[in-house]
Every structure is written in C-alpha cells, then in structure tokens.
C-alpha cells in the first residue's frame, strides 16, 4: 500500500490551524516556559526592555493590519500613541477615573480617530494618504502641548499606577506578566482576523482594491474598518505607555516614534504578524546594542556621548540595507534558514548535482 511521503496539508481545517506540527508545538511550549521564568531571573534594566517590547508588539501589530496587510499608509502612529496616552492622563488627572475606565475611554478614542482619519483612504492612496495621516500626528500633538500648558504641568501629566482586582501594578515583574497577557490576546486576535474573510478582504485592497471590489469586497467598509481596527489596538497601547511609565509628556511622541513603528514592519516582513512580532524586538533593542558595542570596543568609547546620533544614523542605514537586500525582512530570512532544515539534506543534493 502506497503511503504519503513529504508534509501536505489535505484539508482546510489543517490550512487554519497555527500549530501544525509536533515540532512546533514542542518549540512553544520552550518558548512559553522561557517566558514564564524570565522575570524571576531577569534584572530590573532587562526586564523593563522586554516589557518595552511587549508595548511595542501591540502597536507594531496594530500598524501591519493597516499597512502590511490592508495596504493603507499611516505616519500618524505616535499621534495615535499620544492619543491613548493623553486620554489615560485627561480622564486620570480630571476626574480620577479608574484603569478600567480609562482603557475603554481610550479605545473609544481610537475607534473616533480612525474613523475620521480613514476617511481620506476612500478618495486618496499611496503619498497622499500618507501626507492625510501624518496631519493625524500634528493635530494630536498640537492639543496634547496645549493642554499641558494650560494646565501647567510643564514635566508632564503624571499617572498612578493602576490596579488591578485589588493589586497596584509598581514593580516591573507585574506589568510583564500583564504586558505579556495583552501581547497573547491582541496577536491571537490579529493572526485569526488576517485568517477570516475580513482579514482575506484586506490582503485583496492590498493588492488590487479594483479587482477586490470586482469581487464583491466593500471596499470603503473595509478600508474604514482595517483604520478603525488598527487605531483602537494603537491608543490602547498608549493607555498601557501612560500607566507604564507614569507620566504623559507630548515630547515623548515625535515624528521619529512614527518612523520607528513603520521600519519595525519593513525590518520585521511586512503582511506577516510575526514580522511584526519580529520587527519591534528588533527596533526597541537595536539601539542599545549599539550603545553596547560603543562601550565594548575601547577605541570607540569616546563616542559615547554621540550614541543617540550614532544610533539615529545606523538606524537609517539598517532600513536602507533592508529595503534594498531584504525587502521580505527578518521574516524573510526565517523562512529561508526554516526551509534549509526542513528540507536538508536534499536541497544540497540537488544543487550539488546541478552543479
């Protein structure tokens, strides 16, 4: 009796499914328990770097369902960041109110922002949308500014940590394990999203929005909904910043924030969640590994003092590098070092016997 050789998948329900294998379910389960332990063995620098990316995930996540996904440019992703962030501090500041209030109001915010701001989208694409989205960011920093000076807090709105069922969230190991909740919750729900018949509608914009409303796809629904989507996971990820760092400062969203998160989808593999994933601990730890490098080599030391110019030069250099030798991203070189193991040694036999 014949038996099939090779890995296939012979149905739609193997297509869905995100684990498939032994082998990578036995590599999550590694992966989950180094994450469980981290925290009891980590130091307070490193365990606050790792709760960095974990806000970075939620936001990257946020702007490739808009970008690498639905196609639809945004440069107003720290004027969404500011958002969220100056809700939390407004209604915090004002009227006290609570984490669990807080939180919502600042999605509601987000919904309102990208449904005014995905407006654009159904007349304008590409440059033009992205200049309409980078208007979001000015508007956004204009009122934050206006409202501190107002109200005279010249070093920032500052914010209680919040509590949660009784329990005030003030050491580091806390907000990993919260942090790290929020990452589990908003990746399962952007990879099932991609995976449905929206997140099919949003890759078919993404490549031809005539074909896509040829099809039958609502294109202005769906392009207003992937804006709306994207900005609330944004501004709940500025609420979570407020709380985290205890203080809100509009001086902390710049432009620059925004060209962090757009080269976290391009270095990370843009239309891929774990490009994402992969982009924003590649971005938020880029910057002191160089710093580390600078103070390791003795030669360099002196250049210490220049690490934020050095960092800010290198940075761009490793977008350009990107963009030109890897435009698939880290994502990119994932799946070619995956598929070498997987097929090994055959590829080699082959390209030796062609050779």
């Known amino acids: 009796m014949a038996q099939a050789s090779g890995y296939f998948k012979t149905s739609y329900g193997q297509e869905l499914r995100l684990i498939e294998t032994t082998t990578q379910k036995v590599a999550l389960a590694a992966?989950?328990?180094?994450?469980?332990?981290?925290?009891?063995?980590?130091?307070p620098f490193f365990l606050d770097l790792?709760?960095?990316?974990?806000?970075a995930v939620i936001a990257a996540s946020a702007l490739m369902l808009l970008t690498g996904f639905a196609g639809q440019i945004s440069l107003g992703h720290a004027g969404l960041l500011a958002a969220g962030a100056f809700t939390t501090g407004i209604l915090y500041k004002e009227v006290g109110a609570p984490f669990w209030v807080?939180?919502?109001?600042?999605?509601?915010?987000?919904?309102?922002?990208?449904?005014?701001?995905?407006?654009?989208s159904l007349r304008l694409k590409g440059l033009y949308l992205a200049v309409t989205t980078l208007a979001l960011h000015f508007i956004v920093a204009y009122a934050g500014g206006e409202y501190e000076t107002k109200r005279g807090y010249s070093t920032g709105v500052s914010v209680s940590p919040p509590s949660l069922f009784g329990f005030e969230l003030t050491q580091g190991r806390h907000w990993y394990f919260v942090l790290l909740a929020f990452d589990v919750l908003v990746v399962l729900f952007c990879l099932n999203l991609v995976r449905s018949r929206t997140g099919r509608s949003f890759i078919a914009i993404r490549d031809h929005d005539t074909v896509a409303e040829a099809l039958g796809i609502p294109v202005k629904r769906t392009k207003l909904l992937a804006f709306v989507?994207?900005?609330?996971?944004?501004?709940?990820?500025g609420s979570l910043l407020a709380y985290y760092q205890g203080f809100v400062t509009i001086q902390a969203f710049t432009i620059y924030l925004t060209i962090e998160y757009v080269a976290m989808v391009i270095i990370g593999g843009s239309g891929s969640m774990l490009g994402a994933i992969l982009g924003a601990v590649f971005v938020v730890l880029f910057p002191h590994v160089i710093e580390a490098a600078i103070r390791l080599v003795p030669a360099s030391r002196h250049l210490v003092n220049?690490?934020?110019?050095?960092?800010?030069?290198?940075?761009g250099l490793i977008m350009v590098l990107f963009l030109i030798f890897e435009p698939l991203g880290l994502v990119g070189i994932w799946r070619r070092l995956r598929d070498y193991f997987l097929l090994w040694p055959f590829r080699q036999t082959a390209v030796g016997k062609g050779g």
């Open 31 to 43: 992966f989950v328990v180094v994450l469980l332990v981290y925290p009891f063995f980590a130091k």
């Open 50 to 55: 790792a709760n960095q990316v974990f806000l």
């Open 102 to 120: 807080t939180l919502p109001a600042s999605a509601v915010v987000g919904a309102l922002l990208g449904l005014v701001f995905g407006l654009p």
């Open 229 to 237: 989507i994207s900005s609330v996971l944004t501004t709940l990820t």
């Open 306 to 315: 220049d690490a934020f110019a050095i960092n800010f030069a290198a940075f």
